[in-house]
């Protein structure tokens, strides 16, 4: 098996020097040869918290697979998984998460079993069992009859000019265990037989993940614009991707494989995927955009799975792993540890649950699954129910742990996942794709729309040059008059959010996730800035705990340094020295002159609710990075609380509010300070929705979190003062809602 051609996958290229012990991992009879699974793992013994999780096979056939299992580890009890694995099952561990001692705090279990059909089974981690060790080894299937794999893509631009790319080189490994291996090549589409433009166009990123124990390559394609651009270039450095394109048509974009068995897309009718076309150069191609453009910064992802056959293959065998690829497609299987495993261990988000959930949980999640199924949000550039304009009122994406995620595992409900994995991949479509985007601490560039301004000083990545003296403008016709992306918009500080991302990153470990989440840390940085541009200064409460709480996710999935200390100075050089902390009310920060409070012009005032997302984002950082700081700044909301509360008052609307909080708090006038209750008389009293409910439940979770976390004996007596207030008599319902199910375990049973 010698690979003989200049432009395959190196993996090929080495395939003789590859193990051909993959296991073909049937355990059943096919009909023309039983192949028998390894002997099991040992049991093991049984932990001191029970870690257990579950799996459930959505199709009517019987599947073999390789099973992907977040599990969840309590802080302090794991510095590495040497001795524990899934009970009865070789198991390999991919860490996806750490706590902050450095101790494991999610992994990734990853075993090969064979379910039946419809069929659910538990798992309990062991300990006691030495997990497997290694390189990966190749299947056998995929080692002999892969000699020839090529992978590309093509494009066309306006002019209906053809672009090809196809994968090549060594590729990066980004993830390997014995049992799986994830593999990213990166490529530029250059002309085919004609000039065109006159250089690349576009690029593809393919994550190539191959199992040990099937036969098959699971391949996620990045169709992107996502050039980084530079301002200065030397003339000796010839690397693509520091020249932008900016937006521009794509007439037409095919996936291409070459050398494959079979080549089956990934939700080709949610993808609007064309059907599978013969070129005639051998390649199999499905096309999936047409007539369309491609903003700035701009990507799209897409699956494909590739089966292997070798010749000599008994037709049982062949038609058994067809059985198997088929189910992989149409009904996934997505791990599941239980609510309870979620809850003790605090692993979940950066805060930790859900809680227990009503008693029809699963019905409940099964709905949210079903309307999301038959919703009109998919195709192309459908929003495949994400928000798609960030800033939209009622902070809809922001949350201490997603509804996607809390509600699968409250309802132990596999299918919600689905829409997780789809929501988060909507992330692709998002203007802020800068491929090996790192911003420096002191760097002048300024990342406010996830691109740099143009009217501002400071480095634009090759952006300002492109404005001015535009080379291409015949190649942008097909976005004329319309959304710069779509109607897909960057996050503003105040609604700058990973959770999607993050939650998906935990269940899955999957490459792509981890690189997004990467690329958001970099572009928060290049948003809030902590010298020299405007957001030196600090911002809007909320803005400052979702931005802390995105810093801490970005860090925890990926371990980058940089991220975590730039968070850190912004803590410490910024908020902390700008904050209102000798203020009686500790806020975050003052706002001026919003008609909107009815205050009188002149004014300055804050909101007390938005100090949750404080309490969520910086509670969580500490979770992290386990700096004192952190706990202080989220300390004093108890006083932003506290100040900001009203007694026994009779009012118009509500007639007499024995507790309740304001929405609008006075902090000065004319340039003075002055008390919350300064225009009480004339104005009366503003709650919001009610005294107690409302936005003002923001804040039910982190006040408990606070009051677990905290080391003062007055700042926990009041934040269960406040929190109790505010979360008063939990039903069924209360308990669905994400401002509720976060409450650390204690006051969760509590309620």
């Known amino acids: 098996m010698i690979c003989n051609k200049p432009l395959l996958h190196p993996w090929i290229a080495v395939l003789l020097l590859a193990s051909t012990a993959g296991c073909d991992f049937v355990g059943v009879d096919t009909g023309d040869t039983e192949v028998v699974p390894p002997g099991p793992g040992g049991t093991g013994d049984p932990l001191a918290m029970v870690l257990d999780f579950s799996v459930k096979n959505g199709s009517a056939s019987t599947r073999t697979e390789t099973i992907l299992a977040s599990v969840p580890f309590p802080q302090g009890a794991y510095p590495s998984l040497q001795n524990v694995a899934v009970s009865g099952h070789p198991t390999a561990w991919l860490p996806l998460q750490y706590w902050a001692d450095g101790t494991v705090k999610v992994a990734q279990a990853q075993f090969t079993d064979t379910l039946a059909g419809g069929e659910t089974k538990t798992y309990v981690v062991q300990r006691d069992q030495a997990p497997l060790a290694g390189p990966f080894t190749r299947n056998a299937w995929v080692s002999e009859v892969a000699t020839n794999l090529e992978l590309g893509a093509e494009v066309w631009d306006t002019f209906y000019v053809p672009y090809r790319s196809v994968a090549s080189g060594a590729g990066t490994v980004l993830q390997q265990t014995p049992l799986a291996q994830t ?145 992989m497609l149409q009904e996934p299987i997505h791990a599941l540890a239980t609510q309870r495993a979620w809850q003790e261990t605090a692993a979940a988000g950066l805060v930790g649950g859900p809680i227990a959930g009503p008693v029809d949980s699963h019905a409940r999640a099964e709905a949210e699954y079903q309307s999301w199924l038959g919703s009109n949000t998919f195709g192309t550039w459908g929003s495949r129910g994400d928000i798609v304009v960030t800033g939209t009122t009622g902070t809809p994406r922001n949350h201490p742990l997603s509804p996607e995620l809390a509600h699968a595992i409250q309802g132990q409900n596999h299918r919600l996942l689905r829409k997780l994995e789809q929501m988060a991949w909507a992330q692709a479509m998002r203007p802020y794709h800068l491929f090996q985007l790192q911003v420096g601490a002191e760097q002048h560039v300024m990342l406010w729309t996830g691109m740099p ?92 705990g979702w931005c802390m709480q995105a810093f801490a996710q970005a860090y925890q999935a990926t371990q980058d340094d940089s991220i975590k200390g730039y968070a850190m100075r912004r803590a410490h050089e910024v908020v902390d020295v700008q904050r209102k902390k000798t203020h009686p009310s500790r806020a975050m920060s003052f706002a001026s002159n919003y008609p909107g409070t009815g205050f009188p012009m002149n004014h300055e005032f804050f909101m007390p609710w938005q100090h949750g997302a404080v309490l969520y984002g910086y509670l969580g950082a500490y979770r992290s990075f386990n700096d004192p700081l952190l706990l202080q700044i989220a300390g004093d909301v108890v006083s932003t609380v506290e100040y900001s509360w009203v007694t026994n008052v009779q009012t118009q609307q509500f007639g007499l509010v024995s507790q309740g909080l304001r929405y609008y708090v006075a902090a000065s006038y004319n340039g003075m300070p002055i008390p919350p209750n300064y225009w009480d008389a004339s104005l009366g009293i503003g709650f919001g929705d009610s005294p107690l409910g409302g936005v003002h439940t923001f804040l039910i979770g982190g006040l408990h979190l606070l009051a677990v976390l905290t080391t003062s004996g007055s700042v926990r007596g009041r934040a269960l003062q406040y929190g109790g207030a505010l979360v008063g008599q939990m039903g069924d319902h209360d308990r669905w809602n994400k401002w509720n199910y976060c409450l650390p375990l204690l006051h969760s049973q509590q309620e």
């Open 183 to 327: 593999t990213r090549w990166r490529t530029y589409h250059t002309p085919v037989g004609q000039p065109g433009i006159g250089r690349d166009y576009l690029t593809s990123t393919f994550y190539v993940t191959e199992y040990r124990d099937m036969p098959f390559v699971v391949v996620d394609w990045i169709l992107g614009n996502d050039y980084l651009g530079a301002d200065m270039v030397p003339p000796q450095n010839t690397d693509p991707n520091l020249h932008p394109l900016g937006p521009v048509d794509v007439r037409m974009a095919k996936f291409l494989c070459r050398g494959a068995t079979d080549v089956l897309p990934y939700r080709p009718g949610e993808e609007s995927i064309g059907g599978a076309q013969l070129l005639p150069d051998g390649f199999v191609a499905f096309e999936v955009m047409q007539d369309t453009f491609l903003a700035d910064a701009q990507t799209r992802r897409y699956r494909f799975l590739l089966r292997f056959v070798p010749p000599a293959a008994g037709s049982g065998e062949v038609a058994y792993w067809q059985g198997t690829a088929n189910a």
């Open 453 to 544: 301004l143009l009217s501002v000083e400071g480095e634009t990545l090759g952006r300002r040059s492109l404005s001015d003296a535009d080379p291409w403008p015949q190649y942008r016709t097909l976005n004329a008059g319309q959304h710069p992306a779509h109607g897909w918009e960057a996050y503003d500080s105040e609604h700058f959010t990973c959770d999607l991302l993050f939650d998906y990153w935990t269940i899955s470990g999957d490459a792509w996730a981890k690189e997004e989440l990467r690329q958001l840390g970099h572009s928060l940085k290049g948003l809030l800035r902590n010298t020299f541009y405007y957001t030196q200064y600090v911002q809007a409460a909320r803005a400052e």
